[in-house]
């Protein structure tokens, strides 16, 4: 009769491996002698000979990781539902967009391999995942990163030190040497960087397993080195903790360094699990050191027999099962606590359970959520209303300077006693006028402009003519002193409206911040285009005042009557050559000195006339400035507010729908990804 391999895959082809595996093989293995453990056969040579075969066949075969791994059928059984439905969420568009986080709300945990040097922690790993790890101690962290994917020829990848290099399963094992040597060296030397191996296949689990090095007590750097890698690994509250311990280690399992580190970081040891290894090598004693629970972890201990030598994987679990099967001591321990088969759904089963423990977070996050949309639908306000909100409040600015325009008429002594002074309004055009008026002040030297400005031009031609010259000129450089006032109040008055826009419209969609961006974006964009219309226009306006002497404001005459009228008194006490100072008092204008005109008189006359005509016709000027721009101002306002109000309402009107919309889209998937969720919970809560 065949050898086990050659039985199982006899089996195979007459289905009768699938019925009843272990008793198939253990009648064929019986018939054909070999039942004793180690496959013991008297012929060495032949033995040695069959080992060189399977050996070449083993390396020549096209796909020799990646068999059914133990862990891939429990896992696709009961993670895969969690793990699509995670999908399903994802695909739903659930989660850090909907204020929850399946990533953290869900963690997926990562296996962790901890245990002496030499205990077997690699072979653990080989076997869970069915991949072929290097028999050389392991000095850096491994990171084996198992991913499903369409693919049905595995792609695997190494990533460490910022670089990636590409394998497949029979280079593997070396480049994974090649890594560990670039950063580890080539001593015996450990180091913490790790080497990342990204394995994709159609299939595999969605698992991260760790290999970590191996705890030697000497030399003391290395132990501490290993030490603190380990505790670095096996902190994290989503870490599965595989104590590997050797049967064949004379140390008590519970003095073992390894469960002492354990259970720091897992006191109760609610995700520890004890994996004895080698369970080949010393099987006698073992049923009572697991019966006692030696190791007294919280999740218990499983039993192992690794693959060793060129056995295939196929080989070792039919190994493994014959020897806890028939082992006269092996056979003694609870099956349910051996094989690798039963480490990979217990692991299974710890995953689950830790992943599951978070489900009901996840009901009761999207269950908020949908409440908060609810609440959210019925506080959308109505676009109409909130438009008519705005439109009023900003035709109210309207309103109150309607009041003000009178007043400007009356001019600015009256406007001290009628204004409202609490308007925003109100307080703007009167900093306005104040900062034009301001402007009009006679300065320090009274009459060396026009008396300069007179000599010069007498130079040059008949004095009629010459006159209106130098009164163009004075009154251009006045303009020029304020040319920028009109239009920082015409930026300010903008920047008002606009404020006044949003925050009445800010208050109606508080609470909707989708639909306050887009109306901050649309009201900011109408403002700024009415600012560079006004803009434009102002600076229209002062050009104009630089360049024309004309008024029909009967004010103009008055003024410049009354200010004539100090014209006698002026001279006279210019000319008085008695006084030690010499003052004169202009209504209006205040008390001026005029000392420094004494020896001028040819030019003084002229000079005062001018100067008189120019302050009468700038308080004109100021008057025209002010009515100008506020009319404009108000004009402007009614005429956005009209053209605007529909394009408004339809941009309101418009994200409120979309927000609306967004909001019952989100509650449709909520719902959905809670059916999923509990029905998940329905599925694997029992
Ligand atoms: N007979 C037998 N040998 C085993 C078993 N498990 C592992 N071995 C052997 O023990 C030796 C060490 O195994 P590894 O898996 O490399 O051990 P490790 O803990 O990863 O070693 P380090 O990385 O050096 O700490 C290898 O020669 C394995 O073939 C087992 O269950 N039975």
């Given at each position: 009769?065949?050898?086990?391999?050659t039985?199982v895959?006899?089996?195979?082809?007459?289905?009768?491996?699938?019925?009843d595996?272990?008793?198939?093989?253990?009648?064929?293995?019986?018939?054909?002698?070999?039942?004793?453990?180690?496959?013991?056969?008297?012929?060495?040579?032949?033995?040695?000979?069959?080992e060189?075969?399977?050996?070449e066949?083993?390396?020549?075969?096209?796909?020799?990781?990646?068999?059914?791994?133990?862990?891939?059928?429990?896992?696709?059984?009961?993670i895969?539902?969690?793990?699509?439905?995670?999908?399903?969420?994802r695909?739903?568009?659930?989660?850090?967009?909907?204020?929850?986080?399946?990533?953290?709300t869900?963690?997926?945990?990562?296996?962790?391999?901890?245990?002496?040097?030499s205990?077997?922690k690699?072979?653990?790993?080989?076997?869970?995942a069915?991949?072929?790890?290097?028999?050389?101690?392991?000095r850096?962290?491994l990171?084996?990163?198992?991913q499903?994917?369409?693919?049905?020829?595995?792609?695997?990848?190494?990533?460490?030190n910022?670089?990636?290099?590409?394998?497949?399963?029979?280079?593997?094992?070396?480049?994974?040497?090649?890594?560990?040597?670039k950063?580890?060296?080539?001593?015996?030397?450990?180091?913490?960087?790790?080497?990342?191996?990204?394995?994709?296949?159609?299939?595999?689990?969605?698992?991260?397993?760790?290999?970590l090095?191996?705890?030697?007590?000497?030399?003391?750097?290395?132990?501490?080195?290993?030490?603190?890698?380990?505790?670095?690994?096996?902190?994290?509250?989503?870490?599965?903790?595989?104590?590997?311990l050797?049967?064949?280690?004379?140390?008590?399992?519970?003095?073992?360094?390894?469960?002492?580190?354990s259970?720091?970081?897992?006191?109760?040891?609610?995700?520890?699990?004890?994996?004895?290894?080698?369970?080949?090598?010393?099987?006698?004693?073992?049923?009572?050191?697991?019966?006692?629970?030696?190791?007294?972890?919280?999740?218990?201990c499983?039993?192992?027999?690794?693959?060793?030598?060129?056995?295939?994987?196929e080989?070792?679990?039919?190994?493994?099962?014959?020897?806890?099967?028939?082992h006269?001591?092996?056979?003694?321990?609870?099956?349910?606590?051996?094989?690798?088969?039963?480490?990979?759904?217990?692991?299974?089963?710890?995953?689950?359970?830790?992943?599951?423990?978070?489900l009901?977070d996840?009901?009761?996050?999207?269950?908020?959520?949908?409440k908060?949309?609810?609440?959210?639908?019925?506080?959308?306000?109505?676009p109409?209303?909130?438009?008519?909100?705005?439109?009023?409040?900003?035709?109210?600015?309207?309103?109150?300077?309607s009041?003000?325009?009178?007043?400007?008429?009356?001019?600015?002594?009256e406007?001290?006693?009628?204004?409202?002074?609490?308007s925003?309004?109100?307080?703007?055009?009167?900093?306005?006028?104040?900062?034009?008026?301001?402007?009009?002040d006679?300065?320090?030297?009274?009459?060396?402009?026009?008396?300069?400005?007179?000599?010069?031009?007498?130079t040059?031609?008949?004095?009629?003519?010459l006159?209106?010259?130098?009164f163009?000129s004075?009154?251009?450089?006045?303009?020029?002193?304020?040319?920028?006032?009109?239009?920082k109040?015409?930026?300010?008055?903008?920047?008002?409206?606009?404020s006044?826009?949003?925050?009445?419209?800010?208050?109606?969609?508080?609470?909707?911040?989708?639909?306050?961006?887009?109306?901050?974006?649309?009201?900011?964009?109408l403002?700024?285009?009415?600012?560079?219309?006004?803009?434009?226009w102002?600076?229209?306006?002062?050009?104009?005042?630089?360049?024309?002497?004309y008024?029909?404001?009967?004010?103009?005459?008055?003024?410049?009557k009354?200010?004539m009228?100090?014209?006698?008194?002026?001279?006279?006490?210019?000319?008085?050559?008695?006084?030690?100072?010499?003052?004169?008092?202009i209504?209006?204008?205040?008390?001026?000195?005029?000392?420094?005109?004494?020896?001028?008189?040819?030019?003084?006359?002229?000079?005062?006339?001018?100067?008189?005509?120019?302050?009468?016709?700038?308080?004109?000027?100021?008057?025209?400035?002010?009515?100008?721009?506020?009319?404009?101002?108000?004009?402007?306002?009614?005429?956005?507010?009209?053209?605007?109000?529909?394009?408004?309402q339809?941009?309101?009107?418009?994200?409120?729908?979309?927000?609306?919309?967004r909001?019952?889209?989100?509650?449709?998937?909520?719902?959905?990804?809670?059916?999923v969720?509990?029905?998940?919970?329905?599925?694997?809560?029992?």
């Amino acid at each position: 009769m065949d050898d086990p391999i050659t039985a199982v895959a006899s089996c195979r082809r007459t289905n009768l491996l699938e019925k009843d595996p272990l008793l198939y093989i253990f009648n064929e293995m019986y018939k054909s002698h070999h039942f004793e453990y180690e496959f013991e056969t008297e012929d060495k040579e032949k033995e040695e000979e069959d080992e060189e075969k399977e050996k070449e066949e083993y390396m020549a075969a096209e796909s020799v990781v990646f068999l059914d791994t133990p862990l891939a059928s429990p896992y696709n059984n009961r993670i895969r539902p969690l793990l699509d439905a995670i999908d399903e969420l994802r695909y739903f568009k659930l989660m850090p967009e909907e204020g929850i986080d399946i990533n953290h709300t869900l963690p997926i945990p990562t296996i962790v391999v901890i245990g002496d040097r030499s205990s077997g922690k690699s072979s653990v790993l080989e076997s869970l995942a069915g991949i072929n790890l290097p028999r050389l101690c392991t000095r850096v962290p491994l990171l084996l990163r198992l991913q499903s994917s369409d693919y049905s020829t595995p792609k695997i990848s190494l990533h460490y030190n910022g670089k990636v290099v590409s394998a497949n399963e029979k280079t593997l094992a070396d480049k994974i040497i090649v890594a560990t040597e670039k950063i580890a060296g080539k001593g015996q030397g450990v180091c913490a960087t790790p080497v990342t191996v990204n394995l994709k296949k159609q299939g595999l689990p969605y698992l991260t397993m760790v290999d970590l090095p191996g705890i030697i007590p000497v030399p003391e750097d290395v132990y501490h080195q290993v030490s603190n890698i380990i505790m670095d690994y096996i902190s994290p509250k989503e870490t599965i903790i595989l104590n590997v311990l050797s049967a064949a280690s004379s140390v008590h399992f519970s003095t073992c360094e390894s469960i002492r580190m354990s259970k720091q970081v897992d006191n109760t040891g609610t995700r520890t699990l004890a994996v004895v290894t080698k369970a080949d090598r010393s099987p006698e004693g073992l049923l009572d050191k697991v019966r006692n629970n030696d190791v007294e972890v919280g999740l218990g201990c499983i039993c192992v027999i690794n693959r060793i030598g060129h056995e295939s994987y196929e080989q070792a679990r039919c190994k493994e099962a014959l020897l806890f099967e028939t082992h006269e001591h092996l056979s003694q321990i609870d099956k349910s606590i051996v094989g690798i088969p039963a480490l990979a759904k217990k692991l299974v089963n710890i995953q689950e359970t830790i992943m599951k423990k978070y489900l009901p977070d996840i009901v009761l996050k999207i269950e908020e959520k949908i409440k908060t949309n609810l609440d959210d639908l019925m506080k959308v306000p109505n676009p109409m209303d909130a438009v008519i909100k705005a439109s009023t409040a900003v035709g109210s600015i309207v309103d109150h300077s309607s009041t003000f325009r009178k007043l400007v008429d009356e001019y600015s002594k009256e406007l001290q006693h009628h204004a409202d002074r609490s308007s925003t309004f109100r307080k703007l055009v009167d900093e306005y006028s104040k900062e034009l008026q301001h402007h009009g002040d006679i300065g320090k030297d009274f009459l060396v402009d026009e008396i300069n400005k007179l000599k010069d031009a007498r130079t040059f031609g008949p004095s009629n003519f010459l006159s209106r010259q130098v009164f163009m000129s004075l009154v251009e450089e006045k303009v020029k002193t304020i040319s920028e006032v009109p239009s920082k109040f015409i930026e300010k008055y903008w920047n008002y409206v606009e404020s006044v826009c949003l925050s009445v419209l800010m208050s109606d969609f508080r609470d909707h911040p989708q639909i306050l961006s887009s109306i901050k974006r649309e009201v900011q964009n109408l403002v700024e285009k009415t600012k560079q219309h006004s803009f434009g226009w102002v600076n229209n306006i002062v050009e104009m005042e630089k360049h024309s002497n004309y008024t029909t404001y009967p004010e103009y005459m008055e003024t410049l009557k009354k200010l004539m009228a100090y014209q006698d008194e002026f001279m006279k006490i210019l000319t008085d050559d008695s006084r030690e100072k010499w003052n004169v008092q202009i209504d209006g204008l205040g008390e001026i000195d005029i000392g420094h005109l004494r020896g001028l008189e040819g030019y003084v006359l002229e000079a005062f006339d001018m100067k008189m005509r120019l302050i009468a016709y700038w308080e004109i000027i100021v008057k025209r400035l002010i009515d100008y721009t506020v009319n404009h101002c108000l004009h402007y306002t009614n005429q956005s507010i009209t053209s605007s109000r529909e394009g408004w309402q339809r941009m309101l009107e418009s994200s409120v729908a979309k927000h609306k919309e967004r909001l019952e889209t989100s509650m449709e998937v909520l719902e959905r990804s809670k059916n999923v969720v509990n029905d998940l919970i329905e599925k694997f809560g029992k």
